[in-house]
């Protein structure tokens, strides 16, 4: 069973367009992420999100929105996407939202391109 | 400001060589530390920490790494490198003082590991 899975793998769109890539855990835990790799390689978080609190990094566009149907999955809906949003977005989960010493778990990811 | 410092983009090492990854951090608290790897098309698989007690932490596929306080380093070993390892690697910090906050997380820029047969 795979803990952490995206979906879409690749997803190729139009600018302006609206998209969401699904993220699901199976792991129980109580904190889930969203990351955005670049085509450096670098990784930049963007969201934590527990049924708590959303922590947003202030960097991130309003464009981008984390939505949380239930603890187990957190979804990234994007809207009028550019392309500077072309990159490979990734879901991370962790259990214990206090604790930061817990490592995170990825999805394999999803690869946005913007055409 | 906390940040995590990766020198090298890439290491090339012959199979059999041992394998160093090189990792530096600024916080001004005490550092939670990670190492991660990704392999190609794949998300980051974790490979060790360092929260606290002994400074050498061993975590899978051979790799372990050594908290340096004064050096402010935590970098990564494996004694006898093998092709399959051959990914990039990440290192990572958090604050503690910070909680939950995602505000605490920052990797470093990666580290290309390339083992030659």
């Known amino acids: 069973d795979t803990a952490v899975s995206q979906t879409p793998k690749y997803l190729v769109t139009q600018m302006g367009n609206d998209k969401s890539i699904k993220c699901e855990q199976n792991l129980g835990h109580d904190t889930m992420y969203w990351y955005k790799q670049d085509s450096k390689k670098f990784l930049k978080i963007m969201f934590s999100?527990?049924?708590?609190?959303?922590?947003i990094n202030e960097t991130v566009p309003n464009r981008f929105s984390p939505k949380s149907p239930d603890k187990a999955h957190l979804n990234l809906h994007i809207n009028s996407l550019e392309l500077g949003d072309s990159a490979v977005y990734f879901c991370?989960?962790?259990?214990?939202?206090?604790?930061?010493?817990?490592?995170?778990?990825f999805g394999p990811g999803t690869r946005l391109t913007v055409l | 400001a906390q940040s995590v410092a990766q020198p090298e983009d890439q290491v090339n090492v012959a199979e059999g060589n041992p394998l160093t990854v090189k990792c530096t951090y600024s916080v001004s608290g005490n550092p939670y530390l990670f190492w991660y790897v990704q392999y190609p098309n794949r998300g980051l698989q974790f490979l060790l920490k360092?929260?606290?007690?002994?400074?050498l932490v061993k975590g899978s596929y051979g790799f372990e790494a050594e908290f340096n306080e004064s050096q402010t380093s935590f970098h990564l070993k494996k004694p006898s490198a093998l092709v399959s390892d051959s990914a990039l690697y990440f290192c990572?910090?958090?604050?503690?003082?910070?909680?939950?906050?995602?505000?605490?997380?920052?990797f470093g820029k990666g580290t290309k590991i390339s083992v030659k047969p």
């Open positions: 991370a989960s962790s259990p214990l939202r206090a604790s930061s010493y817990n490592e995170q778990f």
């Open positions: 999100y527990n049924n708590k609190e959303l922590i």
């Open positions: 990572s910090v958090r604050d503690p003082r910070y909680g939950g906050s995602q505000g605490n997380i920052i």
């Open positions: 360092y929260i606290t007690g002994d400074n």
